[in-house]
């Protein structure tokens, strides 16, 4: 397959997602203005990682999962947490790429969209930011965590979302997860450390 068709086939399964998963609907709609962009490959720790991690294959097929893991080695892998003392461990195992937005396959100005993946046993600490958010659970699982809120180990097919600024933050256990991000709304920020752990 074409660099363009690994996207466009990732981008007809995240829309049926859209129509079938009702919590996603009710995020947000499909966005109607989604176009192709160019967007350069790079790669860092965290896609090798993902590439060899077998346990993201277990249990039910999924189209989805399946569509977006083909883009991993097209995808512009993103650092977004290099400047800051979040520390080596977690910038060498901790992996995401933009679907939709900056550095993405497709431009919007309705929506966000992100693939996160993180190995077993990492911790991603407190963050917050102005956007509303939505986390969808393709793979593995993770225990969530909310400031106000107790804290929740999600698997496939689970979500939760984060309100403006709530700081948030997700930590793995034996198993990896994967999971695909959403923004509606407030772009222009991105995600920033929480000074003070919730």
């Given at each position: 397959m074409t660099q363009a068709s690994v996207w466009a086939q990732a981008a007809t399964e995240l829309e049926h997602c859209f129509a079938t998963h009702p919590t996603l609907a009710q995020f947000s709609a499909f966005?109607?203005?989604?176009?192709?962009?160019?967007?350069?490959?790079?790669g860092l720790p965290a896609r090798d990682l993902l590439t060899a991690d077998q346990a993201l294959s277990h249990?039910?097929?999924?189209?989805?999962?399946?569509?977006?893991?083909?883009?991993?080695?097209?995808?512009?892998?993103?650092?977004?947490?290099?400047?800051?003392?979040?520390?080596?461990?977690?910038?060498?195992?901790?992996?995401?790429?933009?679907?939709?937005?900056?550095?993405g396959g497709f431009a919007s100005d309705q929506l966000r969209a992100w693939l996160v993946y993180m190995p077993p046993h990492l911790h991603y600490p407190w963050h917050h930011h102005p956007a509303e958010e939505l986390y969808l659970v393709l793979a593995g699982k993770a225990e969530f965590l909310r400031a106000g809120q107790d804290p929740q180990w999600l698997t496939v097919g689970d979500t939760v979302f984060h309100a403006p600024n709530q700081p948030h933050a997700m930590t793995t256990g034996t198993d990896p997860v994967l999971c695909l991000v959403f923004w509606r709304d407030q772009f222009e920020t991105g995600p920033q450390l929480t000074a003070q752990e919730a």
């Open positions: 966005p109607t203005d989604l176009r192709p962009q160019n967007t350069m490959a790079r249990g039910s097929s999924s189209s989805l999962r399946d569509a977006v893991l083909a883009l991993a080695p097209v995808a512009h892998w993103l650092d977004h947490y290099r400047d800051s003392e979040i520390g080596d461990d977690f910038l060498n195992r901790f992996g995401c790429f933009c679907l939709v937005g900056d550095q």
